[in-house]
């Protein structure tokens, strides 16, 4: 029985060390990949792709995808590039006043071109444009002033030139936030989140000339919840930023009210468990069973080799 509890030890010890090797090999490619905004982008929440009550969650159900260092984002990315998993923004409206089309998963693979790239290189990685920059750098500015509308321009201008950069996406969603445009806000978010963790408090909070610029805007978030419950959109933004500034309670809080009213939302589910992964959420849609023949197939109804 000792051998035995030793073994155990042993192989979680093992998966874990797996875990840490896949999960530093995907934050660089990460860094590598946004090493133009290192000038801002501190990281990300608890400053990785999740926590470890959430490592406990992928072992217990996704044991051999989480060997591979797999992580639910990482299905997200690799399923929507491919088109096999189902997406859809609960948020995100036909008739909406934003500038992109956030019915459609923003689709960010890393490819060939990019992993081979020089680390100590300089310029921006491929498909990353000086002009696109240089407008994202005008809309940091202009949004450290407090001009959101300038800042807003910018920022669609710089996604016209890099559009699957979700840095850039997440930033417009805290324009549009400031601007207390909040179904906007939750429709960019939604798409930014279902494929990566928002950013740390670190990399928000910088953004803002003080706290307390932010505090009034976040203030004005929870009175809007209070006035307007239903209000879906309104209420994901608010857990966003919630989880985003630490207060998981208050987060979960706001989860649990968005998963109860739309069992189908994703993004707030996983939310939800990687806070608490033993919060109640709902049974995952039974699969569909494929049509079953109504007649036996014989050998020579198949072609080919």
Known sequence: ????????????????????DRQDRWDDWHDHHYSHHHGWHNGHWHGGYYGGGRLN?????????????????????????????????????????????YSQPIVMTPDETTLATDPASTEPPPGVSEEGLSNFDQARVDFMDGDYAAALKSTDAALKEIPNDTAIHEFRALVTFAQKNYNDSAATLYAVLSVGPGWDWTTLSGLYPSVDVYTEHLRALEDYC???????????????????????????????????AN???SVSIDMLQRIDPEAKVPEPPKQTEPPKPTESVSKEKFQGD
């Open 1 to 20: 029985m000792n051998n035995r509890g030793d073994r155990a030890d042993d192989r979680m010890g093992n998966r874990e060390d797996r875990y840490n």
């Open 226 to 260: 209070k006035k307007n419950s239903s209000d879906m959109a309104a209420r994901f933004v608010l857990a966003y930023h919630y989880v985003t500034a630490g207060h998981n309670d208050a987060a979960q809080t706001q989860l649990e009210l968005l998963v109860t």
């Open 57 to 101: 969650y992928w072992w217990d159900r996704y044991p051999v995808m989480t060997a591979f260092g797999v992580t639910s984002w990482a299905v997200n990315r690799v399923g929507w590039a491919f088109g096999y998993n189902d997406y859809s923004n609960p948020y995100y409206v036909d008739n909406s006043s934003t500038s992109y089309n």
């Open 263 to 265: 069992p189908k939302d």
